[in-house]
């Protein structure tokens, strides 16, 4: 009886010891929700080049260009790097032209499809399936919406530069038009395209590797660039003033 007495004491002494327990594990446990939530927040407060809150794979549509572009498909990326490089080479070091190169594509397949259609008659074979293409018109015009509205922008910013009512933006197209004439004047269209091509294929992998050194980085270069600007932007504004006074 006694040691019935004794089993029993101990178990009513383990039920309270938890129900004491219980609230602090509780706390515990709000207190890793909250310095979760906290460092969840801090991370959102990171700088992000060019702005951005979502995964780098979503910016780029998080379809089959981004997992190209980010190298998610390394056969495909590397098909699709090889063939842009082949045409580049076909037509900067053979001098191949682009027309060229269009008719012989175009005469060997008609060539290849017009001997196999008759010769799938001699030797018993079924001719080649060619099947029907055709552009619906709602592709088009969706392309041709997109294009005008890139246009239509691209104007209204040339208007706004040429009215001088935005002088960084005038500055802006100033050092980008001065950066692609001195780019023209070392490489030819073709090789500027290339160049471009390989950019993207390569930049995207790079940052998206070293993402978080990449934005400390920029954020203080942005810093940087904006208190020059600021300087910049006083000097040309007190000089304007000062030509006005003396008119």
């Known amino acids: 009886m006694a040691d019935h007495k004794e089993s029993k004491m101990e178990e009513l002494a383990h039920k309270i010891h938890s129900k004491i327990s219980s609230p602090s594990s ?26 951005r809150e979502k995964p780098l794979h979503q910016v780029l549509g998080a379809g089959k260009p981004a997992d190209i572009l980010l190298w998610r498909n390394k056969k495909l990326s590397g098909g699709v790097l090889a063939g842009v490089t082949s045409l ?41 399936t060619i099947p029907e293409v055709v552009i619906p018109e709602k592709c088009l015009l969706k392309a041709a919406s997109c294009f005008t509205f890139e246009i239509n922008r691209t104007l209204d910013i040339v208007r706004t530069i040429a009215t001088g009512k935005d002088l960084k933006t005038f500055l802006g197209a100033i050092a980008g038009l001065w950066f ?43 810093e940087e660039l904006k208190k020059q600007f600021a300087v910049l932007e006083k000097k040309v504004l007190s000089s304007m003033n000062k030509e006005k006074k003396k008119d």
């Open 180 to 222: 692609l004439s001195i780019l023209g004047s070392c490489f030819n269209f073709l090789t500027m395209v290339y160049i471009v091509f390989i950019l993207l294929y390569t930049v995207p992998v790079f940052y998206e590797k070293y993402e978080d050194k990449v934005d400390a980085f920029s954020e203080k270069m942005i």
């Open 26 to 51: 509780s706390s515990d446990s709000d207190d890793d929700k909250r310095s979760h939530a906290r460092a969840v927040a801090l991370k959102a407060k990171v700088y992000r080049l060019f702005g």
């Open 88 to 128: 580049w080479f076909l037509f900067e070091m053979l001098d191949y032209h682009l027309i060229t190169l269009i008719c012989h594509l175009m005469i060997l397949a008609l060539s290849v499809l017009f001997l196999w259609s008759n010769a799938s008659n001699f030797i018993n074979n079924s001719p080649p």
